[in-house]
């Protein structure tokens, strides 16, 4: 099957023209590629309102025309590509009306997960890109802009493509490690299925620091590390953290809190390391997060708050029965497996869904994890997380929605209990926040 890299040199090739179908944030990505801007020939959606109107997508205005007016657009060198989660309705739909010249259809998932494991494109997708993102992040911790960026990242893309293909470092974009499965919070949705652990626990300190140094003994670098769980609640969180400042193979370290919690005096010293990034996410609990924002900025701790989170419906454990093909589709168009990939109590998974999943005895798969050994060679290592890098499939996927189109976008931090209830304030901006301190301030 033709690859999005091959469709964009083609069309450009050939001059052929484009109409895009769909004006939602997948045609918003596809318009970030200057092949498709200029072959742009029209915008078309399904949505009235919308229809008759400019909208903007990748910084420019197009006007949207209604399916119907399709044929007025079509010769026989223009295409039409979907760029919705619904593209198998919209290419229905097309199937369904008539044209004097049959126009050719692609829809942009599809080409985005053509790519097979041993091409470079996987490569440059899977691995450069996201490793380059990554590292954007990691110098925006350590304030380094303008020219001395783009050296850097230019620096990084070269180190990270090596010589060729057969000598190029092991460079991985990020791994999530899941120290504990407590949490102080019962979210619906949750990505970590938290709510259902019976017992949650905490993995030894011990296990970790095993974990740590069989994985980086097979990688040459790992950009960032996120730490997941309720990482506050961790006892050992300090050992952790002192660890991942002193490995060299990776780069930059991410927390992600609830906000509810205060991480404990000798955590803050270690957070004022600018190799660390706290992620705080919003759901509304204004007075223990405004506490938790003026602890970070009185001791220029560096952090970012989301505010207007919306959750992808990951769906239950149970088995979708889904065919070879669907479950490669639904792997290869998933984030989580790009960069949640990472260990969980003596074992490497695929996505951190897996390793929750078999943490819970829902599923077990001979693909999806291995166990990393103090007797396997930092070579055996290596191959063994090649192996699960370099995969186009999961079986974790028959059992999870999350890559699946189109997507169920679910509320942020709704409690399964129901009764807390997202502030009207959550999303807040900066002036609010300065009234929330001074709030806190006031209360204590
Ligand atoms: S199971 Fe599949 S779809 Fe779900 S998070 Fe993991 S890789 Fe993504």
Redesign the pocket.
Known sequence: MKTWKIFLEEIEKQQTKVICFGTGLMAEEALQYRQIRQALVCVIDNDKRKQGRETELGGQFYPVAAPDDLPGYLDGNTVILLASGHYKEMRHQIGEMSFSVQPKVYAFPELQTAYSADSEEFFEERFLKECLKEYEIVLEQYHINGKEKAQKIQEKELFIRGKNKYSRPFVVPRIMIMPTTRCNMRCRGCSSLLPLFANPSDVEIGQVLKDFELFFSGIDECIRITVGGEPFLYPDLKEILEYLLRQEKVLGIMLITNSTLLPKPEIIELLKNPKILLEISDYGYLEKMGRLIQLLEENSICFKVLTDQAWTD?GGVECRGRTEEEIRF??LN?D??KVIKGFHNGKFH??A??ARMLALGAYQSEHDYFELRQEDSPEQIREKLRKIFYSES?D??NY?D??ALPATVIEAGIQMQGGKKKSRYTIVDRQEYEELKRLAKTRR
């Open positions: 990951m639904q792997y998933c989580q497996g695929t996505c869904r897996s999961a974790a996927c999870c999350l890559g």
